[in-house]
């Protein structure tokens, strides 16, 4: 079973740069992803981007990409995903997951853990 927890969510002005982090605790072993999802009372749930944990590749979503970065550190066995310029629009709760044998990671069916989420406001 795995395990997730969110941080580094809050407050941040348009136009700033926000980082959160995703601590993976009791991960399996084979291939497996994170990935970050966000959700909010005008859109649901959708795909941000997402980082294979032991292969290569990243992943992002089309409307995100060039704003946002997804990194691991596996010494820390965390994962941050960074959002610069950040805009009014990016208000959301951010969900942090796990997905055991993912395809391309965009899709939250493939996931099958989840964290509690993280609420990220950004104010004009």
């Known amino acids: 079973q795995v395990q997730l927890l969110e941080s580094g969510g809050g407050s941040v002005q348009a136009g700033g740069s926000l980082r959160l982090a995703c601590e993976v605790s009791?991960?399996?072993?084979?291939?497996?992803?994170v990935g970050w999802f966000r959700q909010s009372s005008e859109k649901e749930r959708e795909f941000v981007a997402a980082?294979?944990?032991?292969?290569?590749?990243?992943h992002y979503a089309d409307s995100l990409k060039g704003r946002c970065s997804i990194s691991k550190d596996i010494s820390k066995s965390t994962a941050y995903l960074q959002i610069d310029s950040m805009k009014p629009d990016d208000t959301a709760v951010y969900i942090c997951?796990?997905?055991?044998?993912?395809?391309?990671?965009?899709?939250?069916?493939?996931?099958?853990?989840w964290g509690q989420g993280i609420q990220v406001t950004v104010s004009s």
């Open positions: 009791g991960r399996t072993f084979g291939t497996w992803a």
């Open positions: 997951a796990a997905a055991l044998n993912p395809g391309t990671g965009r899709r939250s069916t493939e996931y099958g853990y």
């Open positions: 980082v294979s944990w032991n292969g290569g590749g990243q």
